[in-house]
Structures are given as C-alpha cells and as structure tokens.
C-alpha cells in the first residue's frame, strides 16, 4: 500500500487554518484583557470602592466567619441530596401515575393531575410554613424534627416539576416504539417499564439536573423555619460585624459548590446532543 | 385443505371520514406467503396492522387458527404472542443492545429462562450473520443489519404467522438483497406470511400469491405470474404499467 501524500492544496488549505486559529485566540485573548480592564478601573475607581472593599471584601471577616457558613452549607449538601433523591423518585411515580391507563385508575390519574397542578402554583414558601409550623402544630405523636419536615416540603414542591419534566420524556418517545413492543406481546405496564421509561429518562437527563442546580440553592429555603444554613449563618455574621463580607463568601462558595453539578449537566447534554445527531 | 391460519371477513376500517379497508376478504393457508401489493394508501399496512391488532378493525372479523381475534373479549396480548410483525423503519429498542432486542419478549412474555432465551436469540443471530454484533447497539448497525434484527426479533418467538410491513422500502438498494435474502429463507422454513412489497421482483419470486389492493380491497389475486404479467383488472395494469416506467 502506498502512503498518501497531502495534496499541495489541501497543505494551503491546511496552513490557512492554523492561520485563521492562530488570529483568533489573538483576538479573544486582547479582547478579554480590554474588558477586564475597564471593568477593575471602573469598580476600584469608584468614588466609594475604598469602602465597599473595607465592607465586602474584608479578608479578616472572612476568615473569622468561614467555620459557621461552611456547618451552615453541610445542612445545604445533605438537604441537596436528601431532597434530590426524594423528590426525583416521588416525580417519576407521579409522572407514571398520570400514564395509567383503565377506569379502575382515574382516582390515581386524577390526583397526579392535581398534584402536578397544585405544587407547581403553589409558592414554595408557604409550602415550607405549612409543613414545618403547621404539621408540629398538630402536636401528633412523633412528628419528624424541623429538618425532615422543611425537607419534606421542597420534595413535594419539587417533585411536582420533575414529574412533568419526566411526563415530556415519556411524551417524546415515538409511537412506534410503543407499537413495537406491543407486537412483541408485551402488555402496557411492561413497554412502560422497559421501552418507554428507559429511553425517557434518559432524555430528560439534562432537564432534570438543571433542576437540581435549582433545589441547590432553594433548600436554603428552610432556614425560614429557624434551621441555619449557608446563606443564614452568613447573615448571622454579618449582623454581629456590621461587614458584608460573610455573604459575598457565602455566594462564592454556592458557586463552587454548583460548579461541578453545572458541568455534569453541560456535559450530559452535550452527550445527548451528539447521540441524537449520529442518528 | 387444512383450515387457513389466517381468514379476514368483510375487514373495515376507517380513519376520520376516509374509508382505508372496504369489506376487504383474505384466506391465508399454512406455509403460504401472499403478497400484498398496491398503491400507497391501498391499506396494505392497515391490514396487517388490524391483523395484529394494533389497530382495531371498525367491522367484520379477523381469524387465527379459526379464533375469531377480533372478537371483545380477547386479550390482544395474547395473540399478538403469535403474531410476528416487522416494520418499514425496523423500530429496534434504540437503548437495548442487539441481543436484549431480541430477547425482550421471551424472556418478560414468553417466561423464558434468560440464558435459554439468549441461546436461542444467539442460534437465529448467528445464522442470519449477525453473531458479532449482539452486544452491539442499533445506531451501530446498517440498515440492512437493523431491519434483519427485527425479524429475528420476530421470529425468536416462534410466530404462527409472520407480517413483514415494506420492510425494505427504508434500505437502499444494497441493502435490499441481504434482507430479501433472509425472507427467502423464512420461506423454505415453512413460515407463513403475510407481506406488504413494492419489490414486485421479490413478490414474483417468493410468493404464492399476490394481492393487488385498490381503496382497501383486493381488486385481483392469484399466482405472481398471472396477477403481475397478464391482469385482467385495468386498475392493476395501469397499476403495474407505472411501475414499468
């Protein structure tokens, strides 16, 4: 076999390119560094920057504050994934539900309807009041502590989006998926359950950790219920200095925190991307 | 003459307003393989749809082995049990690899151990020529490839009657050959068929017969020599003629 040789046009084409690229990580890179800056000269050179620096981004505050948000953001992670796990197998069920067919099931059908129309009107707020001073009101034997019922409540709320976005999943699988399995002889809870659920869910995996970016910063929620989280402990500090410092290290470390559940996701829909393009 | 696998009474079946079976009457002997050919529209796939009880039939009756399918009280699942259909765009479970294609439904329909099932999936894929690709997933696979995982998807059921639905139609040209192939094959088995085709080549060669349908009937029928070289019914020779062009 004889090697192939480059012919001499596709080489000019070739050098062409690394040209074009060579000029245009120039162009960013000084486009970037004009950006910046303007924008440093124009936030330090702020008649008042010397003391919003003193009352934000006070180094001192931070470090004085940093153990009590971070024991404020272990109840944000366990919350997180208290939640996430609750709230995506209550939104698969009640998306399920909503599937069922026969008579025998319009009571199920019917109230996953409702949920679904219920949870997503309702603020997320008064949901949490409801289940952290309401249930204990009712001084039942045994009511769970404050952190299970403020958890409790942001299942609900957010199961009632999973479950629609769970619904557009199943909605998007093809007919003639369904009609496949069927002629196979396989009854409908059975296509569901390994032909239409498994292809769904995979689907709606990028919407669905997009909502889990969500709960993140929404479980610090519960603090209204007098349980201190991240954001809480921040405000705890700050109220004690009278220096804002403890939230801007609060909101940084919420970024962090987020970052890698947010390139997970971009990476899961950019897979999913690619998947549905080699078709 | 044993009594017909598959017998079709006066089979109606409307959409909306628009009539696609007209009282339409088909007898299938054992090991026949008729061919179902026509115009798009003709209801040649509504046919084999309502056969297999993916669509119900509007009126008149559907036969299996003399059960009336069509009847009220059946449960569809347990006919379509013996009932094999293949479809124009194969309709593989994109996210199941070939081999859990193929043994989906021995092994959750038919209760079969899943080794026993997979041994018997492996024995029909090998013989077709697809061994090496049963741990791989459809997207994979040519479409020739593909739609013959469908029929051995089909057939790992060991059907009473087999209904192909243009399943060639999607392939190019190339394609075509190996599927047909497989078919001609099924044939000599001694499976019983029903096939929608527009290979008239294929039709003349593999079937029994073959039915010409007009607006969801069938207009002509009887052996491929006399239906596809010498029709008497004008609609099928101006039918026909086009092809020729």
Known sequence: MTTYTVSEVQQERIAFRRKQTVRSVLVAAASTAVLGIVLVVAVTGAPGWDRVKDSFFDLATAREALPAVLRGLWLNVRLLVICTIGAMALGLAVAWARTLRGPVFFPVRALATGYTYGFRGMPLIIVLYLFTFGIPGLRLQGTPSVFWLGAAALIVTYAGYLAEVFRAGIESVHPSQVAAARSLGLTYRQTMRHVVLPQAVRRVAPPLLNDTVALQKDVGLVSLAGLVDGVRAAQIATAQTFNFTPYVLAGVLFVLMAAPLIAVTDWVTLRAARRQGSR | ?245
Do not use: W
């Open chain 2, 1 to 245: 003459m044993s009594d017909p696998v598959l017998s079709c009474r006066s089979v109606r079946k409307v959409f909306g307003s628009r009539v696609v079976l007209d009282g339409l009457d088909l007898d299938v002997a054992e090991h026949e393989v008729v061919a179902l050919i026509g115009a798009s529209g003709s209801g040649k796939s509504t046919l084999l749809r309502c056969v297999n009880l993916l669509e119900p039939v509007d009126d008149g009756s559907v036969r299996l082995d003399g059960e009336d399918i069509t009847a009220p009280r059946v449960n569809p699942d347990l006919v379509r049990r013996r009932i094999g259909i293949v479809f124009q765009s194969y309709n593989l479970f994109p996210h199941l690899t070939v081999l859990k294609n193929v043994t989906l439904a021995p092994v959750r329909v038919h209760r079969r151990a899943r080794a026993d099932a997979e041994s018997s999936a492996m024995a029909l894929l090998t013989r077709v020529g697809l061994g090496d690709y049963a741990g791989a997933y459809p997207d994979r696979l040519s479409g020739g490839q593909q739609q013959r995982v469908a029929i051995v998807r089909a057939l790992v059921n060991a059907p009473r009657l087999l209904l192909l639905d243009e399943v060639t139609s999607a392939l190019d040209p190339e394609l075509v050959g190996e599927v047909l192939a497989m078919i001609r094959d099924l044939k000599r088995d001694g499976m019983t068929m029903v096939l929608a085709t527009h290979e008239m080549g294929f039709a003349r060669e593999v079937a029994d017969r073959v039915c010409f349908l007009d607006a969801g009937r069938i207009l002509e029928q009887g052996p491929p020599a006399s239906v596809l070289d010498d029709p008497r019914n004008p609609r099928t020779r101006q039918f026909l003629g086009r092809l020729a062009l």
